[in-house]
């Protein structure tokens, strides 16, 4: 198994799968690869019932995120519920059954458009570690971790929360409230990652932010152990 394969299955540590989820993966080329609009996002849904287990669908996902991360393009899946008779396409809020996660994203401040340096990265693992301290002291359980190729994903289980307006006011005011607390000149918390069809990185797989260079290298999301 290589490295890719072994990281991308540690995601489902994360991302729960049963024999009802349905699982969508999205595509997307970076900005700077010149191809045609119609080649720059693409959409693939896995159904645990179409498959003889849940074993098979996410193998059947992980084949295909491989493949097409290895084409160039950037990996996501839907992290939240998506509903039983989702028939296709692009996931929207009002596919989302209920919420499962709760993402907190940390990521560089300023401009992003470009890998994130190791410092940079450092900098947003010492800022989760503090992040993740506080909400344990407000009674959340401890999160899963990931380093999303330019930063750090914490991900906190919601127990499939209803995907309604209160909740994503409540994500959306908890949000704001620790960028408030926690920002600084290096490293931020993205207060816009609070809509229920999020899409969010698949670890195992190459972050390609627009161009790397020296001392700014793409990285392989992964799983924190």
Not at 30 to 48: G, H, I, M, V, Y
Not at 49 to 68: G, N, R, Y
Not at 137 to 147: A, I, L, Y
Request: net charge neutral.
């Amino acid at each position: 198994m290589t490295t890719q394969q072994s990281e991308i299955k540690k995601s489902w540590r994360i991302f729960t799968v049963s024999n009802m989820s349905i699982l969508e993966l999205r595509a997307i080329r970076p900005s700077e690869t010149p191809l045609q609009p119609s080649n720059r996002s693409l959409s693939f849904t896995f159904k645990a019932s179409d498959f003889s287990d849940t074993d098979a669908c996410k193998q059947a996902f992980e084949e295909k995120a491989i493949e097409l991360n290895n084409l160039g393009y950037n990996i996501y899946i839907i992290m939240n519920q998506i509903r039983s008779d989702f028939c296709g396409g692009s996931v929207k809020d009002e596919d989302i059954t209920a919420r499962q996660l709760l993402l907190i994203d940390i990521d560089r401040s300023g401009d992003t458009k470009n890998p994130a340096s190791d410092i940079e990265v450092k900098a947003a693992e010492a800022l989760s570690s503090e992040v993740q301290g506080y909400l344990k002291k407000h009674g959340f359980p401890e999160p899963e971790r990931v380093m999303s190729g330019n930063g750090v994903h914490l991900y906190y289980k919601l127990d499939f929360l209803p995907n309604n307006e209160q909740a994503t006011q409540t994500i959306k005011t908890l949000l704001n409230h620790l960028a408030s607390k926690f920002n600084n000149s290096i490293v931020e918390i993205d207060t816009t990652v609070f809509n229920a069809s999020r899409i969010t990185k698949m670890p195992g797989t190459i972050a390609r932010k627009g161009i790397e260079s020296e001392g700014r290298p793409y990285r392989m999301a992964k799983v924190y152990d």
